[in-house]
C-alpha cells in the first residue's frame, strides 16, 4: 500500500521534470546560457537522480512484499545478461566482461524475474567499485545447473557483513533499504536455485547463482 500511494505523486514529479526540460529545449539560447549560469539545468539532473533512487525503493518494496510465482519459459542466460547490462548504467571507469558458454543451451526459467536478480548483482558491482575496475560475467554448465557469476575486482565485504547480506533491510550504504539481495535470494529461490557469496575486503566479491536447466 506504502508503495502503490508513493508511486503516483513520483509519476507526477517525473513528469513535471520531463515537460521543464522540454520547455527548455524551445528557449533562446542566451535564456539556456542563464539557467545553466545560475544551476537550474544542474539542479533538474540531480532532481531525476534523486527521483531515480526514490523509485527504485518503491520497486523494491513492491518486488519483496508480492508473491513471486515464476512463469517458466525456454530462456537463454547469455541474452538476459546482456540486457540487464543494457538497463544499468555503466561507470567509465569499469571495464566489463562476459564468457558464455557454447555448451550451454537454453534453461527454463522466468526471464523477468532473473532478469531482475542480474540488475541487482550488476548494480551492486558497479557501486562496489567507486575507483573504477573491472566486472567479469561467467556463465558455464554444471552437470544439471547452469551457474552464472559476478565477480568484481571492489572493495569487499567484511566477513560480520558477509552473514546478514542476504536479510531484508540489511544495508551498509548511505542510500536504500537493503532489499536488493533479498530480492535476488527471492527470485533464485523461486526457481529453486541458490545464490552464495565469496568475499575479501580490500579485493572483490564474487556471487554465484545456479539455476536448474531443466
Known sequence: MVSHDLRNPLQAIVYSVYNTEEEIKSLPGNTKSLLEEHGFI???????????????????????????????????????????????????????????????????????LIRRAFINLITNAFQAMPGGGSLEISIRKDGNYAQVSFTDTGVGISPENLKRLFDPFFTTKAKGMGLGLAICKKMIDAHRGSIDVQSELGKGTRFTIRLPIG
Do not use: W
Open 42 to 112: 544542474a539542479f533538474l539532473e540531480n532532481l531525476k537522480k534523486q527521483v531515480g533512487c526514490m523509485n527504485k525503493i518503491v520497486t523494491d518494496l513492491q518486488d519483496y512484499a508480492k508473491s513471486t510465482k515464476p512463469e517458466f519459459y525456454a530462456v537463454d542466460l547469455h541474452g538476459i545478461v546482456e540486457e540487464a547490462l543494457k538497463s544499468v548504467s555503466r561507470p567509465d571507469n569499469v571495464a566489463v566482461v562476459v564468457n558464455p558458454d557454447p555448451a550451454l543451451g537454453r534453461i527454463r526459467g522466468d526471464p523477468q
